[in-house]
């Protein structure tokens, strides 16, 4: 069941949106296999050793960089993530792919005139192989990476960048996230939180979390976007 968690603005008894964010992993494709293989690929290659999902999601916040230099040290990094990026891309299409209903969701949200963008703590460069190989990128008026911020989730700078941006309302923006990173970077935006859960890796804790709204499936994600959402443009 889908959860409301509090009263969200609204005009016309809708909620008013002006700009959409997503998360890449988990939220728009099915990509952890691919992570935690590439991620122990690497640690196999240069470490002699292989690691369980939670720990390589500890490792994670700062984009792949900052993983990879704790792991295999700095005179290393750049010739491991050339490797990472390598397996990332090569295994891309066999492990990646998207979340059934998501190219509908975007197709529909592209209609509505309105900006929409990627915040992903990925790196830029796993964060375009994905959203390349998966024929999405040109949805997207932004791409905000791990790269493209000095603090990343859950700090809500990546966010901000977007309001700024496009000169938004940040009520007027929702961030659409699975992970507790994202609902508290929108949060501190001042945005509105969308909870997914269709892939979560901390699913019940995420669906506690307190978002603004919360979503099991796609089809009732791209239902509410239909029937609760007025959209905002500049035009409006």
């Not at 240069?46 to 960089?65: K, Q, V």
């Amino acid at each position: 069941m889908d959860i409301y968690q509090r009263t969200l603005p609204s005009r016309d008894g809708r909620l008013s949106v002006a700009g959409v964010l997503f998360d890449i992993d988990g939220t728009l494709t099915r990509t952890n296999e691919l992570i935690f293989a590439t991620f122990n690929f690497i640690t196999a290659k240069y470490c002699g050793r292989t690691y369980e999902p939670r720990e390589i999601i500890a490792l994670f916040g700062p984009p792949e960089e900052g993983a990879l230099e704790a792991i295999v040290g700095k005179e290393r990094l750049d010739a491991a993530m050339d490797d990472l990026c390598d397996f990332y891309s090569g295994h891309h299409h066999a492990m990646a792919a998207l979340h059934e209903g998501i190219d509908e969701v975007l197709a529909f949200l592209k209609t509505m005139g309105i900006p929409l963008g990627v915040f992903t703590g990925k790196g830029r460069r796993t964060a375009m192989i994905t959203l390349e190989a998966l024929g999405i990128a040109g949805y997207f008026d932004l791409i905000v990476s791990g790269n493209d911020v000095v603090r990343h989730k859950p700090d809500p700078e990546g966010i901000r960048k977007f309001i700024e941006a496009y000169s938004l309302v940040p009520a007027e923006v929702l961030m659409v996230g699975d992970a507790m990173g994202d609902i508290t970077a929108s949060r501190g935006a001042g945005a509105t939180s969308v909870a997914v859960l269709w892939d979560s890796f901390d699913r019940e804790r995420v669906a506690r979390a307190g978002a603004d709204v919360v979503f099991q499936e796609v089809s009732g994600f791209l239902s509410w976007l239909k029937r609760d959402v007025r959209y905002v443009t500049d035009g409006a």
